[in-house]
């Protein structure tokens, strides 16, 4: 049942609001801003050395995410790879270690196949789902819910917000057991978690100028995304989504690397649409943003009302975000760029539910 919906995919959009609250319901406990795992754990964050983290699609880049999350705030080692990647590789792994598994369906070729050569390293394994029953499920130690309900369209828009939170929590809860957050921090980051289903909602409502910018963008035949570190898997995630929903070209870059290739691109037809909202690396975003507004780019940027006061006239067009805590702003960028892709492929009349070519799980490699 779609709802008010035209598609299931702005019914899943809409509905973040409460499937990032019924995840962070699981996670913590909202009266005294602690971390609370339910989860029995068949390995201890404290002693732990390094974690290794798979999986395909959008739920790489929550990976991504995540790396940033544990190496900050738990001083934990992350490595991150794409299953179809890692599990040819066969990377050396130490006995003990922690390998983790993120995936809405539980049931990717590449991502069970990682799974199954970690368990083979004497990993310990765990599995971040939304498919209780799945096949992963079966085969991990600790399953971590994300508990967002089923997603139809094809496309992942709140398994990927709902990974997002149960990440960061998990992020807080090792920083806790290494000792390497305070119960102050702690609390604080644990409420700021508590603040994004308001401003989801409030993000959910720029629509009507998104939807003014998706009229334009539909006209594009390439678009590049820009993010800086913990914004730069939020702009890979839109740059798929724009791909696999409008079929336009889309790709994202680390800020930083733009002047090493990509740079060369832009001209007065290219959009570029940069995520930066506030945070300690804003500051070099944007002034790789004016190298491409200098060469004619047409800027698209996200940031909050603090980036905006930064960046002054000039840019073509501002989506302003609630002001969050850094360590959220992740989870809240990721709701303009799903609205920009949405909005560009219904605008374009493409199959929104069901693009070309994909399938809601890719269970062959
Ligand atoms: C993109 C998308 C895919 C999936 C990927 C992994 O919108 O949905 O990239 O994220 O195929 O699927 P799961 O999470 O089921 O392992």
Redesign the pocket.
Known sequence: DKGNHRHFMAKEIYEQPETVSHTLSHYVDMSSDKVALREALPFDFATLKRLTIS?????SYAGIVAKYWFERYARLPVDVDVASEFRYREPPLEQGGLSLFI???G??AD?LAALRYCAGQGQHIASLLNSPESTMARESQVVFPTLCGPEIG???TK?FTAQLTALASLAVAAGVARGTISAQQEAELVHSLTTLPTAISAALALEGQVEDIAKRLSKAKDVLYLGRGQMYPIAMEGA??LK?LSYIHAEAYPAGELKHGPIALVDELMPVIVVAPSDELMAKTLSNMQEVAARGGKIILITDEVGKQTVGEGVAEVLVLPKVASFVAPILATIPVQLLAYHTASFMGTDVDQPRNLAK??TVE
């Open positions: 999986a395909c699609g959008t739920a995936s809405q369906s049931e990717t991502t094809v496309a992942s398994a798929l989504k696999e799980s890719v």
